[in-house]
């Protein structure tokens, strides 16, 4: 079996839409926040590998003048300098998502997902001093608020 | 079920990914704007490294707001943290191999730092890079004594003070009829490592300012509160 | 060359992969650093060795000590 179709530009941009793909994934269908963030970064990771390689040209050199010599092509500094801040922005928001997640912890005791939006529902019904939904996963079966309150809703909105 | 949704989903995007890129085209990727930069970069900033040059000339106002993104998230960061409390348990007393490595450590990085920072026009590197190394030269003695802390405000004088640089820069380059930002003082000889006007001194602004603001994050992060 | 990259490739593949499968978070975070230090070579392979140098300072230095003091104070630094 022949390996042509595995040349270099396919091994590139496989790896930098592997990357986003396993990282859409994981904020897709993890449930837990630190798994979320994981995902969070591992698409940054791919993201980052595509722009620069929308540019790349093989039998480029770095753009970088070494003893006065210019080279004949050069690779594109416009994308890496995108991609330099992209990392740098990426660190930043990072660390936001990390200390969020550690009030989150100290707020609900839980970094589960699911858990935390129970919580939180469960809060803002107490808050609005109205019963919570019996699932939020599954449509409820019965309105339990009295029809009179859904006519005053209505009527006040 | 949630699972096996977000899993059709993925195969989705992966199959309408893989279509996209058959029909990508390599031959005629190169952007007109690279091309221009390259041909002309040298003789307008004097420095070396391109992609130096494109962070702070031709996208100078970029790089100021990515700094004011970066101070922003370290400040969010601070503030979501807290501080920590007088009668917060301390953490175990590091080992003699740590401090003492770490005092050994501490000259070199900052060294280290310095020197990517300040050939950041001739060679790979630059001010977020070696930035990056001072912060973590600065935040060695906090993992070593665990009962010291960093002096916040003195990194959010030393950080107001280099983004004060940085703009002051760009103000006078304005004040002497270019444009906010553009290169100043003399270009030098290409390769040198006094040349490129004022890009180093931009670089260096760059560098302390992302240094402190990491050290200063890095020590809320160190400090907030264990739970266990 | 290829080859080389070929390999690099799977293995950051694979590491991602078992950054979303391992129960243990300091073995994730080990994996994901493994994922930057691919990512930093393959910078180095399209000519960007600036972001080669950034990548590997701040996303397999900086990010990996950020997560290891947030998983501290989250209580996950040991698997459960």
Same mark, same amino acid.
């Given at each position: 079996m022949s390996m042509e179709f595995l040349d270099g530009n396919t091994i590139l941009y496989s790896a930098a839409f592997g990357l986003m793909l396993i990282g859409i994934g994981g904020i897709v269908i993890s449930n837990h926040l630190m798994r979320i963030i994981f995902g969070i970064a591992l698409l940054e990771a791919g993201a980052n590998l595509l722009l620069l390689l929308s540019t790349y040209h093989e039998g480029a050199s770095a753009p970088i003048i070494v003893d006065g010599i210019i080279p004949a092509m050069m690779a594109d500094p416009v994308p890496q300098a995108l991609v330099l801040t992209a990392i740098v922005i990426g660190v930043g928001i990072l660390a936001l998502a990390l200390s969020l997640a550690i009030r989150v912890q100290r707020a609900y005791g839980t970094l589960d997902m699911r858990e935390v939006r129970l919580r939180l529902e469960q809060e803002i019904c107490d808050e609005a001093g109205i019963e919570m939904p019996s699932s939020s996963e599954k449509p409820a079966e019965v309105i339990k608020t009295p029809v009179n309150s859904v006519v005053q809703q209505e009527s006040g909105s | 079920m949630r699972r096996f949704t977000a899993a059709l989903f993925l195969i989705g995007l992966g199959v309408m990914i893989a279509a996209i890129y058959q029909h990508m085209d390599?031959?005629?990727?190169?952007l007109n704007a690279g091309q221009a930069i390259n041909s002309v970069a040298a003789q307008e900033t004097g420095a070396a490294n391109f992609v130096t040059s494109v962070v702070l000339a031709y996208r100078g106002i970029d790089t100021l707001l990515e700094l004011t993104i970066l101070f922003t998230a370290a400040m969010i960061g601070g503030m979501v943290l807290g501080k920590r409390r007088v009668d917060a348990p301390r953490d175990p007393d590091a080992g003699f191999i740590l401090r003492t490595g770490a005092d050994l450590l501490f000259p070199l990085l900052l060294v280290v730092g310095l020197y990517i920072i300040l050939h950041g026009h001739l060679t790979p590197g630059g001010g977020f890079q070696g930035g990056v190394i001072l912060a973590s030269a600065f935040f060695l003695p906090l993992l070593a004594r665990p009962g010291s802390s960093i002096n916040q405000d003195v990194i959010s004088i030393v950080e107001g003070l280099a983004g004060a640089t940085f703009i002051l820069i760009g103000l006078l380059a304005m004040s002497e009829g270019y444009e906010f930002l553009s290169p100043l003082f003399d270009k030098g000889e290409l390769g040198a490592l006094i040349s490129a006007g004022s890009l180093p001194?931009?670089? $260096?602004?760059?560098?302390?300012?992302?240094?402190?603001?990491?050290?200063?994050?890095?020590?809320?992060?160190?400090?907030?509160?264990?739970?266990? | 060359m290829e080859v080389?990259?070929?390999?690099?490739?799977?293995?950051? $593949? $694979?590491?991602?992969?078992a950054v979303m499968l391992f129960k243990d978070f300091l073995a994730a975070l080990a994996a994901m650093t493994v994922v930057s230090l691919g990512l930093s070579f393959l910078f180095v392979v399209v000519r960007a060795p600036d972001v080669a140098m950034t990548e590997a300072a701040i996303g397999a230095g900086l990010s990996s000590l950020l997560f290891a003091l947030a998983l501290r104070r989250l209580g996950l630094w040991r698997s459960q």
């Open positions: - | 390599f031959s005629n990727t190169a001194v931009l670089y $260096l602004a760059v560098g302390i300012k992302v240094g402190s603001e990491l050290a200063g994050l890095l020590a809320h992060l160190a400090e907030a509160e264990a739970v266990d | 080389v990259v070929l390999i690099v490739v799977i293995v950051m $593949l $694979l590491s991602a992969v």
